[in-house]
């Protein structure tokens, strides 16, 4: 039996006895429907998104008031009589709430969502208020009283106003959007989303604009909450402002904790955990203390403490590790057999690639780069050296867009690309690795270097969602394998990337930067960590790299690699350039010896390595 297998079989069980469930059930059910529907939306905002919302309630508050208020209220009804049948004001009004929902939430998330830390969840806990104290206290939304008599949903004339009716729709709608979402997660636009939550500055050198991404992410969440209210508008036929207040926020993001915050389907779980047992204990508690309150609430106090101390994970992968002994993990899909990218177009051998004028870094009193000016040429290998601390990583984050420099001019393929972001360094063909692995670590090694060959696909959300990315999304990952072949990775293309050592990580982070079909190529210390063979084997890459026009610029430490594959070396010391030259040029210059402490030339080496 495989996940899938199990799914269909619980949704026909579930269908067929829907007609003869207890109401008591149903009801329940349907509550597990909506709020897990609130609950999916946490998980790609916070497990998969890395950004914590306390104020989810809220926005299923706008999907609520706005279908009560076009249904109900005296000005919506005198406009819409006679322009509409009232049949479809329901309609009108959860078109009217998705609209508000994502306005509020685009302009809430771009304010926001640029706050780092903790400022952004206590951000959300103020909007939160602030909206949940809105609904009550504006007179059109009926104020705390709220507003009652909503009409049920009408759907091909079948009304839908018993809850056993309303709930196959909603369990529709939250079986259709964990199928969308999945299919989101399992594209292009889904790898730059999970690279959202510690990859940021690695994504936009990928040419992932990570801005936008959050507040898509966070506007998406908002949606799923949206909808989930409108439902629980023309269940309950009332809305007040109670069940949109800051405390059912946090359930909501309990129930995500709890499910396991980074599976679509740990939503459902915890969604359903929750409701059971707030039923169980409001009925248990108060005969246990002798009077009735909220006592529920120090019961989840108390167990998400138990939980994130114990399974900060949430139950879903646990359930998963039980569950493994009858629930075959699904087959890894055969890889569709497809043509690779074409290799776009490389420069004339010789044209200028990059181009740096005066180049200049501070970071308070310390100058990390001196009014550097280097070039990198089409079909050239140009070594940067230099001891530790010379300011070499420094040149790559400012010529890759990752830094901005204090002075001075970088040019990229002849256009100025002073002061732009990381990801139009990549758009325009600057593919790079850092000296810091920046690797999705559980995410497979063909996952990670398909990242990389973002900037080449074109497919959005929405295609992504319905399935209609998969032709793009096969030659995506045909060209990913590809790079990973040509890196010598291949028996490790399915393995989490972290399982690597960290000189194979290294190599990933070049076959991602490849992925990218890059015409310069930044490598910050690539060879550190591999063995005899595996240097010999990146040299002969980086060879065939060059043959092919590539110009690469290169951070070694290892002389003997440097001096074997560099056409030009310039030197690095206190963040000038001391020398710069051929190889045998380099290698005889008395500033550069002095650099390095005196050591034998022919040997060179950092102090450090
Ligand atoms: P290299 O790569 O040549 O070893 P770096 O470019 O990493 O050198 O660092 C150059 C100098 O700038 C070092 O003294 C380092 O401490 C300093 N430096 C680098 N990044 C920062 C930063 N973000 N803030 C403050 N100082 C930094
Ligand atoms: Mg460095």
């Known amino acids: 039996m495989t996940p899938r297998h199990l799914t269909v079989a619980a949704v026909a069980l579930l269908a067929l006895a829907w007609a003869w469930l207890p109401e008591f059930t149903v009801t329940l059910l349907n509550y597990i429907a909506l709020y897990a529907l609130v609950a999916v939306g946490l998980v790609m905002l916070t497990g998969v998104g890395g950004m914590t919302s306390f104020g989810q309630a809220a926005f299923v508050g706008t999907g609520a008031y706005a279908t009560?208020?076009?249904?109900?209220?005296?000005?919506?009804?005198?406009?819409?009589?006679?322009?509409?049948?009232?049949?479809?004001?329901?309609?009108?009004?959860?078109?009217?709430?998705?609209?508000?929902?994502?306005?509020?939430?685009?302009?809430?998330?771009?304010?926001?969502?640029?706050?780092?830390?903790?400022?952004?969840?206590?951000?959300?806990?103020?909007?939160?208020?602030?909206?949940?104290?809105?609904?009550?206290?504006?007179?059109?939304?009926?104020?705390?009283?709220?507003?009652?008599?909503?009409?049920?949903?009408?759907?091909?004339?079948?009304?839908?106003?018993?809850?056993?009716?309303?709930?196959?729709?909603?369990?529709?709608?939250?079986?259709?959007?964990?199928?969308?979402?999945?299919?989101?997660?399992?594209?292009?636009?889904?790898?730059?989303?999970?690279?959202?939550?510690?990859?940021?500055?690695?994504?936009?050198?990928?040419g992932v604009n990570t801005a936008r991404y959050r507040v898509k992410v966070f506007v998406l969440a908002a949606l799923l909450a949206a909808v989930s209210g409108w439902f629980y508008a023309h269940l309950q036929r009332f809305v007040n402002p109670t069940p949109f207040n800051l405390n059912i926020g946090i359930e909501y993001l309990f129930m995500a904790v709890v499910g396991g915050s980074g599976h679509l389907w740990g939503a459902v779980l915890g969604a359903g955990l929750i409701t059971l047992l707030k039923a169980r204990l409001q009925d248990i508690l108060p005969h246990?203390?002798?009077?009735?309150?909220?006592?529920?609430?120090?019961?989840?106090?108390?167990?998400?403490?138990?939980?994130?101390?114990?399974?900060?994970?949430?139950?879903?992968?646990?359930?998963?590790?039980?569950?493994?002994?009858?629930?075959?993990?699904?087959?890894?899909?055969?890889?569709?057999?497809?043509?690779?990218?074409p290799q776009p177009a490389l420069a004339a051998p010789g044209a200028v690639l990059l181009e740096t004028r005066g180049l200049t870094k501070r970071f308070g009193g310390l100058v990390a780069n001196d009014a550097v000016s280097l070039t990198v040429l089409a079909g050239e290998v140009h070594a940067l050296i230099g001891p530790n601390g010379a300011g070499k990583s420094t040149f790559f984050n400012l010529v890759s867009g990752v830094d901005e420099p204090c002075a001075g001019d970088v040019e990229l393929l002849g256009q100025g690309m002073t002061g732009r972001a990381a990801r139009s360094f990549a758009q325009l063909g600057l593919g790079r690795t850092f000296q810091h692995v920046r690797l999705?670590?559980?995410?497979?090694?063909?996952?990670?270097?398909?990242?990389?060959?973002?900037?080449?696909?074109?497919?959005?959300w929405l295609a992504a969602m319905l399935r209609l990315d998969r032709a793009e999304e096969a030659a995506l990952l045909a060209h990913a394998r590809l790079q990973i072949e040509r890196c010598g990775l291949s028996g490790w293309a399915d393995l989490p990337a972290a399982s690597l050592s960290l000189g194979q990580q290294r190599t990933v982070e070049i076959a991602?930067?490849?992925?990218?079909?890059?015409?310069?190529?930044?490598?910050?210390?690539?060879?550190?960590?591999?063995?005899?063979?595996?240097?010999?084997?990146?040299?002969?890459?980086?060879?065939?790299?060059?043959?092919?026009?590539?110009?690469?610029?290169?951070?070694?430490?290892?002389?003997?690699?440097?001096?074997?594959?560099?056409?030009?070396?310039?030197?690095?010391?206190?963040?000038?350039?001391?020398?710069?030259?051929?190889?045998?040029?380099?290698?005889?210059?008395?500033?550069?010896?002095?650099?390095?402490?005196?050591?034998?030339?022919?040997?060179?080496?950092?102090?450090?390595?």
Not at 121 to 146: K, Q
Not at 309 to 327: K, N, T
Not at 542 to 570: C, P, S, W, Y
């Open 440 to 460: 999705l670590g559980q995410r497979s090694v063909l996952d990670n270097v398909a990242l990389g060959a973002h900037r080449l696909g074109r497919h959005g």
């Open 288 to 341: 246990l203390l002798g009077r009735s309150g909220n006592f529920e609430v120090i019961v989840f106090g108390l167990l998400m403490l138990v939980m994130l101390h114990r399974a900060a994970d949430g139950l879903w992968p646990i359930m998963a590790r039980l569950s493994r002994r009858w629930v075959k993990a699904p087959a890894a899909a055969t890889p569709m057999q497809h043509a690779p990218w």
């Open 512 to 609: 991602r930067a490849l992925a990218g079909g890059p015409l310069l190529l930044l490598l910050d210390e690539p060879a550190a960590g591999l063995r005899h063979l595996e240097k010999q084997a990146l040299a002969t890459l980086l060879k065939q790299l060059r043959a092919q026009g590539l110009g690469i610029l290169v951070v070694e430490h290892d002389m003997e690699f440097v001096m074997n594959l560099a056409d030009r070396v310039t030197v690095m010391e206190f963040g000038g350039v001391i020398c710069r030259g051929t190889p045998a040029q380099v290698q005889a210059d008395h500033r550069v010896r002095e650099a390095y402490l005196g050591v034998g030339v022919d040997d060179l080496q950092g102090p450090e390595t």
């Open 68 to 206: 009560a208020w076009v249904c109900v209220s005296p000005l919506s009804s005198a406009a819409l009589t006679g322009l509409l049948p009232p049949a479809l004001w329901p309609w009108l009004g959860l078109l009217l709430g998705l609209a508000l929902t994502a306005g509020l939430a685009w302009g809430l998330g771009a304010i926001t969502l640029k706050l780092s830390g903790h400022y952004l969840p206590l951000c959300t806990i103020a909007w939160g208020l602030s909206l949940y104290f809105l609904f009550g206290n504006m007179d059109a939304l009926g104020g705390h009283t709220g507003i009652g008599g909503l009409p049920p949903l009408l759907l091909a004339g079948l009304s839908l106003a018993s809850p056993r009716s309303l709930g196959p729709l909603i369990w529709a709608v939250l079986l259709l959007s964990l199928w969308m979402l999945h299919n989101l997660l399992d594209s292009r636009e889904g790898r730059a989303i999970r690279s959202l939550k510690n990859g940021r500055v690695m994504a936009e050198s990928m």
